[in-house]
């Protein structure tokens, strides 16, 4: 295909996208507005299921089948980094050597990294009441381990760090979310349906149905995978190096 045929086509194809999005732009309430349609249902569902959180209630409830592909995405982006940047044979694994940290540096990351990894648990297990969730809370507490790197050095971190073990938690939250989502066609519901526990409590951590199953089989995806991730590109720039025949070869070449 030519130049000029790629260009026409990127033209058509935004000419199209833009005209779509004029039309749905034309279609929105009005701007300023007390109140909206699809916020207004969104709350009274929450409500209606007892959860107090209603951003939860529309990731892990009225959209919980979307929230599977947002998971998805993520898996297969932390496989697709393991994958690519695996030990290639034109590398060795060298030991890794502690670097100079200022002592503030590493004393207020020591400090600091129990207080991150509570918080980060705590925004899980509260998804379903106060703001944040599985993801935000997965993230959280990922990166808060990864302080250890600046409390102590890479050694420290890689023994709280298993990859295998973390890799094993990955891929079972996120068979965890799937089960659950074939026990509610199991039990007659559709997919994913808030069907399956009673509703509970308002405002306590047992309310919400399946939001709080589901929410937490989310923070325990995402803190896995954000550390399998991290620990693949520190393994890059810390541990493999390239044999030095092949890249004095490379810069002679």
């Given at each position: 295909m030519s130049r000029r045929a790629r260009l026409w086509l990127v033209a058509l194809g935004g000419a199209g996208l833009a005209a779509l999005l004029v039309a749905a732009c034309l279609d929105l309430p009005s701007f300023g507005g007390r109140s909206h349609p699809y916020g207004d249902r969104a709350v009274h569902a929450a409500l209606s299921r007892h959860t107090a959180n209603t951003i939860a209630s529309v990731n892990f409830d009225l959209r919980a089948y979307d929230t599977l592909g947002e998971m998805s995405i993520l898996f297969a982006s932390v496989l697709g980094c393991v994958v690519l940047l695996r030990q290639a044979r034109d590398e060795h694994r060298a030991a890794p050597q502690p670097a100079d940290v200022a002592r503030p540096v590493r004393r207020y990351a020591l400090v600091v990294l129990p207080v991150a990894v509570l918080t980060g648990?705590?925004?899980i297990a509260h998804g379903q009441l106060s703001p944040g969730g599985g993801?935000?809370?997965?993230?959280?507490?990922?990166?808060?381990?990864?302080?250890l790197y600046l409390g102590a050095d890479y050694r420290a971190l890689e023994r709280i760090r298993p990859i295998g073990l973390y890799e094993a938690g990955d891929a079972l939250a996120a068979c965890a979310y799937l089960v659950t989502g074939v026990a509610c066609v199991l039990a007659g519901a559709a997919f994913l349906a808030n069907t399956l526990l009673p509703y509970g409590t308002f405002n306590?951590?047992?309310?919400?149905?399946?939001?709080?199953?589901?929410?937490?089989?989310?923070?325990?995806?995402?803190a896995c995978a954000v550390v399998v991730l991290l620990a693949r590109f520190l393994d890059q720039a810390v541990e493999i190096m390239e044999e030095p025949e092949n890249r004095q070869g490379k810069e002679n070449g």
């Open positions: 648990l705590y925004v993801f935000q809370g997965g993230v959280v507490t990922a990166t808060a381990l990864h302080l306590t951590l047992s309310s919400g149905g399946l939001v709080p199953l589901l929410n937490a089989a989310i923070g325990m995806e995402v």
